[in-house]
Nanobody
Framework: QVQFVESGGGLVQPGGSLRLSCAAS????????MTWYRQAPGKERDLVAT????????DYADSLNGRFTISRDNAKDTVYLQLNSLTPGDTDVYYC????????WGKGTLVTVSI
């Protein structure tokens, strides 16, 4: 079945960086546009970044101001999110999924930005 396993989150100081990973399975990864979302407690999930099947095109939420970079490795069925210049406002649980998610979600990985 479809599965997403996110990892790489943790506690980081403001201005720091993290690299998130998401291992996907249960579908043909290379045939899917992939996305990263984030969600704060009590709020809806927000789309953060998108990458096309080949990785040739990416798109980001305007609010990120170029601080995050999405990438993928189709040989490993894995999508990544590089987070730079982190601020406390980036504290969220981060999830990956396919474009237009159908309801299956992983557990996410928690990013906490704090002194």
């Amino acid at each position: 079945q479809v599965q997403f396993v996110e990892s790489g989150g943790g506690l980081v100081q403001p201005g720091g960086s993290l690299r998130l990973s998401c291992a996907a399975s249960g579908f043909t990864f290379s045939m899917k546009t992939m996305t990263w979302y984030r969600q704060a407690p009590g709020k809806e999930r927000d789309l953060v970044a998108t990458i096309t099947r080949s990785g040739g095109s990416t798109d980001y939420a305007d609010s990120l101001n170029g601080r995050f970079t999405i990438s993928r490795d189709n040989a490993k069925d894995t999508v990544y999110l590089q987070l730079n210049s982190l601020t406390p406002g980036d504290t969220d649980v981060y999830y990956c999924n396919v474009m237009n998610p159908t309801g299956v979600w992983g557990k996410g990985t928690l990013v906490t930005v704090s002194i």
